[in-house]
């Protein structure tokens, strides 16, 4: 049975730089298995399995925990690695995991077929799920992978300014990180819930200089466009979708229009339209393969979201306004909620988690956020504000 080591929630928003209380948890001692981390580029001809690709969240969760790391300095001043797990149906936290941490950067985590995976600097723990010794995994070089899918996590390293984009994709099971064959001059990459991500990329009569030289890099991209591809990371084989003058469509009215890509649901991609000034905006559909253009009706058609919910690598919410005024639109059954008593401090939703539910801020009036909180996801869309709070579970007595 699980010890639990106390911890403080921060109250930043969104943020959970946890400071450890007095305990009587012992660090565990991670094992090192055999390194089989040392990159390979992919052979030509040969494919590996991709499955459902989504951006890994800072709140991984599978259908009964959340799991976070967190980092401390201990009284001797050692940085620390803690992976906190968190209970969804009496919101009880507990320490899964705690250790010297390699790194001082950020650490991915990411459940796997009953362990937890955590990436820090160059090398992969994991951590059973019912708690115990960690297994290591050298790396080989450092890796912080944004994407997953059931087989592997995928690192890219990409910038419009400099140039030379790559990728790596970290193998689960083994390890073994392998080259990946990445496009050039790209401006974002899109998770979307199937076997290839959405990019979208400069397309250029030359390639572009360093940002520095504005005059012919402003000149190229004026005279180019913002092209959005479908990309095979098993492959590099790119589909285009749909492409446009790069600063937008020019309008009557002398405003540009640009596009913004902003998930796959069901069998239709989403993005957001503005105008350059701000003066206008809303959301639009499209088939899979670029066809068939939709304007989204209602509030949607004049409006776009500020934020996007995904559960499952899917587009789920749309959620726009501001606290008063707040909406949310639930892709999944064509829906608009209008949710005026949400704040920032009391029920502003952080993560889609579980099976079906939301995690909510909890905190004070003023703005300060004390804590988060759990509620079932219809629930939540039907105006309820009675949310089980996430709570450090009581230590257990002293052998």
Known sequence: MKKSLLVLL????????????????????????????????AEEGTAFPVGHLRMIQYYESTADEIY???????????????????????????????????????VQVLPWQGQICLFA???LYKVPQEGGTAQTIPLGSEQSPEYADEY???????DMNAGGNSGTRIDLETGQVTDLELPGQIGEIYPTGSSRFMVARAITEAPLPSSEDWDMYDALLQSGEREFDWYDPATGALEKVMAEPYYGVEQPDGMRRRHDFLGMAGDRLYFSWYKENGS??????????????????????????????????TLRWLMGGEPG???????????????????????????????????????????????????????????????????????????
């Not at 088939?287 to 509030?299: F, I, K, V």
């Open 10 to 41: 921060a109250l930043g928003l969104g943020l959970s730089a946890c400071t450890p209380a007095e305990s009587s948890a012992a660090a565990s001692e991670p094992v090192t298995v055999e390194a089989t981390g040392e990159s390979a580029p």
């Open 68 to 106: 976070n790391p967190v980092h401390f300095w201990n009284d001797a001043g050692e940085l620390q690695l803690q992976l906190l797990e968190i209970n969804l149906t009496d919101g009880q936290r507990t320490s899964l995991y705690f250790g010297a941490c390699p790194c001082q950067g950020g």
């Open 121 to 123: 600097g160059d090398t």
């Open 152 to 158: 592997a996590a995928y690192d890219f390293e990409y």
């Open 280 to 313: 206008a905006g809303g959301v639009e559909s499209c088939a899979l393969d670029g066809s068939d253009w939709q304007p989204m009706q209602g509030r949607l058609e004049k409006e776009r979201p500020a934020w996007v919910f995904n559960q499952g690598g």
């Open 325 to 399: 005024d707040l909406w949310i639109y639930d892709l999944s059954d064509g829906q608009m909620y209008e949710l005026p008593h949400i704040t920032v401090s009391n029920g502003w939703p952080e993560a889609l988690v579980g099976q079906n539910q939301v995690m909510v801020s909890q905190g004070r009036e003023t703005g300060m956020v004390d804590g988060y909180a759990l509620i079932s996801l219809p629930d939540y869309l039907a105006g309820s504000t009675d949310w089980t709070p996430i709570v450090d579970a009581p230590a257990e007595p002293s052998d």
